[in-house]
């Protein structure tokens, strides 16, 4: 399976602000995802990452609040943009779909908007 | 579309004794199904996945699940559970004729082993 490193793993940042989080890959991978694990709710998928193309977004999720980058088959970045306290949650990346990637996720960004 | 229903929120069992999480999905199409276990302040580690073959599968730490399409279930099982084993057990789904990777979660189950 895939290794996946993600960071920062927490922060606390002030409404009105952005913070970028970053997901590397030890291997190239098709497919990477972002994923929101709200306070005690279950995941909920935000947007599959697309390598050297614009990333495709689940229903309620739009591009301008969190913009995704995938410049290269390792790596992706997703953007919490223009941040409230209703976006403090567990951000999480993923890479799915073969059986050698072992759909496995990243430790996670706890994220607290005060 | 395709969905994940876990049916106990919660279950509190005692240390030693069996335990039993349900899950049970719908999907119109072939489906990959897996099981995570999240600890607390922790990401999600895979427990076991079904992507084709033996409808039992066997997992990390002790666990297994068993496919069964005929009645759209996904359950997990553990004959002696340990205190460790308290945590947050999710159920997922992925289309498995596309193969798109995407995973769809259910609601999630907390496992509480007392001593």
């Known amino acids: 399976s895939a290794v996946i490193s993600q960071k920062p793993s927490r922060d606390i940042c002030q409404r009105g602000t952005s913070l970028t989080i970053q997901c590397q890959v030890d291997s190239q991978v098709t497919m990477m995802f972002w994923y929101r694990q709200q306070p005690g709710q279950s995941l909920t998928l935000i947007a599959t990452a697309n390598q050297g193309s614009e990333a495709t977004y689940e229903s309620g999720f739009v591009i301008d609040k969190f913009p995704i980058s995938r410049p290269n088959l390792t790596f992706s970045t997703l953007t919490v943009s223009n941040m409230s306290p209703e976006d403090s949650s567990i951000y999480l990346c993923?890479?799915?779909?073969?059986?050698?990637?072992?759909?496995?996720f990243g430790s996670g960004t706890r994220l607290t908007v005060v | 579309a395709q969905s994940v229903t876990q049916l106990d929120s919660q279950v509190p069992v005692f240390e030693e004794a069996p335990v039993e999480l349900r899950c049970n999905y719908s999907?119109?199409?072939?489906?990959?199904l897996f099981w995570y276990v999240q600890y607390p302040n922790q990401g999600l580690q895979l427990l076991l996945k079904?992507?084709?073959?033996?409808?039992l599968v066997k997992g990390i730490n002790g666990f297994e699940a068993e496919f069964n399409k005929s009645q759209t279930s996904f359950h997990l099982r553990k004959p002696s559970v340990h205190i460790s084993d308290t945590a947050e057990y999710f159920c997922?789904?992925?289309?498995?004729?596309?193969?798109?990777?995407?995973?769809?979660f259910g609601q999630g189950t907390t496992l509480q082993v007392k001593p």
């Open positions: 997922a789904v992925s289309e498995g004729s596309s193969n798109t990777g995407k995973l769809i």
């Open positions: 079904y992507l084709s073959g033996s409808t």
């Open positions: 999907s119109s199409v072939s489906v990959y």
């Open positions: 993923s890479v799915g779909g073969g059986q050698g990637y072992g759909y496995t």
